[in-house]
């Protein structure tokens, strides 16, 4: 992967590592819409209640769903969220939080734009 893609998808990375399948690859932005809620909701809790086991999983579940989209700072910021959770050293994570919510807000309406421009059924 090349250099961190501040709040863009890579999307010629992304489509290398599903071997240029646009269905492949809608199917991992869908899988990615329904979990990453429950991840966010995770994470948050476990900054919450200083639960650095849950934080270093969720956090990693996150890290390893966004890999697909190439190189991103919201992937680069939940690394380090699980770094924190791995360390049990949790301070300034509300923090970096906030830094993954804000480049998740500008991550996401590309990934809404390319699964709007997806045909609905690829047989029909």
Known sequence: MGEIMNGKVDWEY????VG???ELLLELVEI???????LITGI???IQSEHCVDLRRFAHTLKGSLRYF?????????????LMGRDEQIEGATE???ELQSELDTLLP????FAASQPSDPDA
């Open 20 to 22: 240029d399948s646009p």
């Open 70 to 82: 190439g190189k991103t700072q919201a992937g680069e910021l939940s690394h380090r969220l699980e």
């Open 110 to 113: 590309e990934l809404t734009a």
């Open 96 to 98: 970096l939080f906030g």
């Open 32 to 38: 990615f819409f329904t979990e990453y809620p429950k």
């Open 44 to 46: 948050s809790t476990s």
């Open 14 to 17: 992304a489509r290398e590592a």
